[in-house]
Antibody
Framework: EVQLVESGGGLVQPGRSLRLSCVAS????????MHWVRQAPGKGLEWVSG????????AYADSVKGRFTISRDNAKKSLYLQVNSLRGEDTALYHC??????????????WGQGTLVTVSS | DIQMTQSPSSLSASVGDRVTITCRAS??????LNWYQHKPGKVPNLLIY???SLQSGVPSRFSGSGSGTDFTLSISSLQPEDFATYYC?????????FGGGTKVEI
């Protein structure tokens, strides 16, 4: 059974940083691209970032480019999102999601429950 | 970036109705179009990928069609468990983008 468990969220002041983590199990992590997708309160889904199976291809939404950094450690079956210079509009539930293939331009077929990031002073 | 526009943003329907949701891309995306169902308190569920391929385990009352810029998601006979918000997503090019969602209500 595919399992994705996120952690690292919390209440943080504007301008500060967090590191979100996602631990995967139930599949061969190193074979698949991974995504981060967020949903702000009362809003729709927003794709944030994606990383290919070998980290050779990485992409970001325009809204986070230059502030967020995605990475993965295949040995640890873990996905990360370093979120810097946080803004109020970054407040959201952040999901990690498993792609259906190894490259980033692919659908998210399994999702974690998410970790909540709240940016407020 | 490719913009995805869904319509309607919400609709009211009854059990047994046929429901159709449309999604338009700002430029051609071939058939790199996915549909998700999202219920409150649950994680999104991939229904359709590559415009018309049914994800494993998804009931056959769901179907997708289209190519280029115009796509549709159809539910042939709406069931009580289908009341949710539906999102399209293009996976043609990075950054991947979602439509704004269509809330299907009773």
């Amino acid at each position: 059974e595919v399992q994705l468990v996120e952690s690292g969220g919390g209440l943080v002041q504007p301008g500060r940083s967090l590191r979100l983590s996602c631990v995967a199990s139930g599949f061969t992590f190193e074979d698949y691209a991974m995504h981060w997708v967020r949903q702000a309160p009362g809003k729709g889904l927003e794709w944030v970032s994606g990383i290919s199976w070998n980290s050779g291809s990485i992409a970001y939404a325009d809204s986070v480019k230059g502030r967020f950094t995605i990475s993965r450690d295949n040995a640890k079956k873990s996905l990360y999102l370093q979120v810097n210079s946080l803004r109020g509009e970054d407040t959201a539930l952040y999901h990690c999601a498993k792609s259906s293939v190894g490259y980033t331009s692919s659908p998210a077929e399994y999702w974690g429950q998410g970790t909540l990031v709240t940016v407020s002073s | 970036d490719i913009q995805m526009t869904q319509s309607p943003s919400s609709l009211s329907a009854s059990v047994g109705d046929r429901v159709t949701i449309t999604c338009r891309a700002s430029r051609t995306i071939s058939t790199y179009l996915n549909w998700y169902q999202h219920k409150p308190g649950k994680v999104p569920n991939l229904l359709i990928y590559a415009a018309s391929s049914l994800q494993s385990g998804v009931p056959s009352r769901f179907s997708g069609s289209g190519s280029g810029t115009d796509f549709t998601l159809s539910i042939s006979s709406l069931q009580p468990e289908d009341f949710a918000t539906y999102y399209c997503q293009q996976s043609y090019s990075n950054p991947l983008t979602f439509g704004g969602g269509t809330k299907v209500e009773i």
